[in-house]
Each structure stands twice: as C-alpha cells, then as structure tokens.
C-alpha cells in the first residue's frame, strides 16, 4: 500500500486506515471476535494506522485496539479525548487531559500514545492558549507523542492548522463534503499538518448498497441521530437527507469505472486530492476491511470525473451541508 506522511508526526502511514468506532458501539452489536478479527484483515491488507477514542463503547474499542495492536510495532494508533464530560470549553483542562490520557493509555496498553486528538471540542477551545500549553505539556512527559484535533468545521480547521504544536486534523471529507478542498487541505499542505479524511463513505451512503427500504436498529446513529439527536447531525450520512444521498449515489455511479465498486470509488476521490495523509473508513466484518483497503490500488480518477463529481455536489448537496460546515 502506498504511504504517506502523517503530518507534524513525521510517521509514515499507509493511505487507507481504519476508523475504530464501529468495533466499539453505535452502529450496532460487534462481536469482539469480530472485531478482532476485522483488525486482523485490515492489517493484512496493509492498513497501518487506526483511529479509536475513549468514548467509543466507553472503552471497549481502545481495549480492542490495544490488544491487537500490543505486538505490532509497525500500526500507528490514534485515540481521541474530550467527550466523556459536558460540551463546555471549561472542561479543556490540564487536570481532565490528565485523567482522559491516563485511561486511554490503560485502555490500549501503551506508556506512549501515538496520536492523540481532542475529539470535536467546543469552538472557543480552537482559540484558548492553555489549551495546547497542556498538550505541549503531555508531549514533553511522554504520554503522547503527538497531538491533533478532530474537527466539524473548515473555520475550526483552519483555527487548529495555525497553532505550531498540531500534527494534524481529521475533518469530514467526501464526494459530499467538498468545502475543506477550499481552504482547509491547502493551508494543511503549506503548514505540514497531516490531513485525516473522516466519515468517507457518508455513513455507507457512498457505498451505493443502501435505497428507500433500507432500515437501521435502534441502536445505530444512523437512526437515532438523524436530525442531531445525540451528537453532530454531520457525523450522520455527512448531514445530507438520506433521500438526497440516495439520488446523488445514483447520479454518481455511472462516472464509477469498469471493475471498480462504488466504495473504492468513494475512497479514491478523497485519497486523490492533495494534502490527504489517510482515509480512515470504518468496517464491522473482515470483507469490508479488506474491500476498503483495496481502494488504494484503484488508479487516480481522472480530470473529467472529479469535474463530475463536483457538479452533482453543486446541483443536489451543496445548498444542505457548504454554509453549515
């Protein structure tokens, strides 16, 4: 698989990674077994890096993670904090970060976690000094060996790719979140910050095997979280009315090329525009690790497809999701 850069971290990662949240909770019940078992696939396929947090089932992904991870010294691991306290810029503190980093490097086994990011915090944090002071702080104690943010906006990327400590951003990017192609993945690029393209495949609606009688258990975010229930509605189907996703997926097909699939389609848009360091898809079975993976074989689309791609995103998702995030 073909590696690149991961940011300020100077780590090298291969292009396609793998999103943890799935073998942790929220869009329905994963056995350990298999979520092992799809970490298993995933690394075989050449996957080197894996993105969880400390809230994914409460633990129960970072505790995968570690474990499988504990004799591969070749996987980077990123973890995310922040979101097992109330949504308020207070609560960005040393004595928090400490607390959240201690259990976090339990829960994966490690004195040293790679990658560490805070996990979509409120707006005001992007701009408070202390803030990366303290995380400056828990590089120097080696207790992470690096730091990022996890953001919903482009004006919250761009607040975080200004500050010096940062290695990277991870932002939604897909064929229906096109507005971090504006400013975001450029200013990334000038600054050296690793670009982590999160929710690609629209929460599965890019994977072109969903239509109107596709339901979702109550247990998924993909019900429950449809109009912003729980969490961030742009976390969900990238904030696109279901039915609306549903047509741009078929006005996208055709442009998908012979002996490609429309999730390799999907992935390889993302990994083909400049600054992406890694894509991380989420799989909750072994075939769909390994299907994702297989996108970084595909070759580069070419000019007239991305223009495509651009122009079904002009006429059917641009006036739901460009001037929210």
């Not at 992904?61 to 070749?74: H, L, M, T, Y």
């Not at 192609?181 to 599965?204: H, K, T």
Request: net charge negative; hydrophobic share 45%.
């Amino acid at each position: 698989m073909e590696q690149r850069t991961l940011g300020r971290t100077e780590r090298q990662v291969g292009i396609v990674g793998l999103g943890a949240w799935q073998l942790g909770a929220d869009w329905g019940q994963v056995t350990e077994d298999d979520a092992v078992a799809t970490l298993g696939a995933a690394a075989d396929a050449g996957v080197t890096f894996i993105d969880t947090a400390d809230v994914y089932g409460d633990g129960r992904s970072e505790q995968i993670v570690g474990r499988f991870a504990k004799d591969r010294p070749e996987l980077t691991v990123a973890t995310k904090m922040g979101r097992r306290l109330e949504q308020i810029p207070s609560n960005y503190v040393m004595a928090n970060f400490r607390a959240w980093n201690e259990r976090s490097r339990r829960n994966l086994n490690v004195d040293t976690i790679d990658l560490v990011q805070l996990h979509c915090p409120p707006t005001p944090v992007y701009s408070t000094d202390a803030v990366f002071d303290a995380l400056d702080t828990l590089v120097a104690e080696q207790k992470i060996a690096a730091y990022g943010v996890s953001v919903e906006t482009c004006e919250e990327a761009l607040a975080a790719i200004a500050r010096p400590g940062v290695a990277t951003v991870q932002i939604i990017l897909n064929a229906f979140r096109l507005k971090p192609l504006e400013q975001v993945l450029p200013a990334a690029r000038a600054a050296g910050v690793g670009i982590i393209a999160r929710v690609p495949l629209a929460s599965g609606l890019l994977s072109g095997r969903y239509d109107e009688h596709t339901t979702f258990g109550s247990d998924d975010h993909r019900n429950y979280n449809r109009r912003g229930e729980a969490f961030d509605v742009g976390e969900t189907f990238s904030g696109v009315d279901f039915g609306t996703g549903l047509e741009a997926v078929r006005r996208l097909a055709p442009l998908v090329p012979s002996g490609v699939t429309m999730v390799q389609f999907a992935l390889r848009w993302i990994l083909d525009q400049e600054g992406v360091s890694v894509v991380i898809p989420g799989a909750r079975n072994p075939a769909q690790a390994t299907a994702n993976a297989s996108a970084a074989a595909v070759p580069a689309l070419d000019a007239a497809t991305m223009k495509a791609v651009q122009e079904i995103y002009d006429d059917l998702i641009r006036p739901q999701v460009h001037h929210r995030w």
